[in-house]
T-cell receptor
């Protein structure tokens, strides 16, 4: 069975600083990987996805993530954080087969200080 | 732009009452998911449908919860009878699963915040 670990429950960064949110997965084959963001009172929004190919993927809002098979990781990065990035971020993994069931991590809450 | 809609956005009800939540997936999406989010449990998958057929409802308490898709434009989640522990935000999401490749990006609705007193 697949699983996702987001080791950081809460992270605080200053506006303009760089950001890296960690995500580790467990899955027997190469999975599909996703990052979602949830602003307060809202549903989840897809930031970016990895299916295959280039291991560095670009997403919306200036985010990127890098798939590292050797480390079973899919960390999310942003070079310069904006106050509007404050939200909760979820990493998710899905089997690379015919099923569509995603397994979500527990989330990392990002706080941005001015 | 296309989006998933959910009604109602907020629902307060008394224990024992029936609750029905509705979801309109994005037109053309063939996969619909129901999630529940709480502080304690996080995001839990309750059930999902593909082409209106239930594929997995193992996350759903069978005795009181039921999920259906009467047609391609409507998914419903029903709780009968409701209990205080059902208080949560319920999200519907839809996705497009392409046959053979199974790409499944999920688009979430804004959620229904349910409070059972």
């Amino acid at each position: 069975a697949q699983s996702v670990t987001q080791p950081d429950i809460h992270i605080t960064v200053s506006e303009g600083a760089s950001l890296e949110l960690r995500c580790n997965y467990s899955y027997g084959a190469t999975p599909y990987l996703f990052w979602y963001v949830q602003s307060p009172g809202q549903g989840l929004q897809l930031l970016l996805k990895y299916f295959s190919g280039d291991t560095l993927v670009q997403g919306i809002k200036g985010f990127e993530a890098e798939f590292k098979r050797s480390q079973s990781s899919f960390n999310l990065r942003k070079p310069s954080v904006h106050w509007s990035d404050a939200a909760e971020y979820f990493c998710a993994v899905g089997p690379s087969g015919t099923a569509s069931k995603l397994t979500f991590g527990t989330g990392t809450r990002l706080q941005v200080t001015l | 732009d296309a989006r998933v809609t959910q009604t109602p956005r907020h629902k307060v009800t008394e224990m024992g009452q029936e609750v029905t939540m509705r979801c309109q997936p994005i037109l053309g999406h063939n996969t619909v998911f129901w999630y529940r989010q709480t502080m304690m449990q996080g995001l839990e998958l309750l059930a999902y449908f593909r082409n209106r057929a239930p594929l997995d409802d193992s996350g759903m308490p069978k005795d009181r919860f039921s999920a259906e898709m009467p047609d391609a434009t409507l998914a419903t989640l029903k709780i009968q009878p409701s209990e205080p522990r059902d208080s949560a935000v319920y999200f519907c999401a839809s996705g497009s699963g392409l046959a053979g490749l199974s790409i499944y990006e999920q688009y979430f609705g804004p959620g229904t915040r349910l409070t059972v007193t």
